[in-house]
């Protein structure tokens, strides 16, 4: 497959998953695979408040973008985009969010959503994770 990113932004909020790398202390990246939709300039992620990504995220704002399946798996010769991401823990940003990301998954969100809960015994806190590139 040839990819060609014209606006990454847009290119990207068209993937329906995309692997987010985020930074540890030593420099190592850490992939996972995610949801996210547009907002505007940026591109959103609704995400458990306690995960490992958003603790990286607000210690290294550099995060990388890159188009990927279900499991993470990132396609030979997929464009990988640099960004920039901040953490929004604010609950009316958060259920805006959550609404843009139902909006773009529909059934798959509910199915999710639900397996999340009944695994976790529960809801999680969300936040957003707001990446400009």
């Known amino acids: 497959m040839m990819w060609v990113m014209t606006d990454p932004v847009a290119d990207l909020a068209d993937e329906k998953f995309v692997s987010l790398a985020t930074f540890k202390k030593n420099g190592e990246k850490v992939a996972t695979p995610?949801?996210?939709?547009?907002?505007?300039?940026?591109?959103?992620?609704?995400?458990?408040?306690?995960?490992?990504?958003?603790?990286?995220?607000?210690?290294?704002?550099?995060?990388?973008?890159?188009?990927?399946?279900?499991?993470?798996?990132?396609?030979?010769?997929?464009?990988?985009?640099?960004?920039?991401?901040?953490v929004d823990a604010d609950p009316a940003e958060t259920a805006r969010v959550r609404q843009l990301i139902k909006a773009k998954y529909g059934v798959e969100f509910h199915v999710i959503t639900l397996l999340e809960k009944l695994i976790a015994r529960g809801s999680k806190d969300r936040v957003v994770v707001r990446i400009s590139v």
């Open 34 to 86: 995610m949801w996210l939709a547009r907002d505007g300039d940026a591109l959103v992620m609704w995400t458990p408040a306690d995960s490992w990504k958003v603790k990286r995220i607000r210690r290294d704002s550099r995060v990388e973008l890159a188009p990927c399946g279900r499991t993470g798996t990132i396609a030979e010769g997929a464009p990988t985009t640099p960004g920039s991401a901040i």
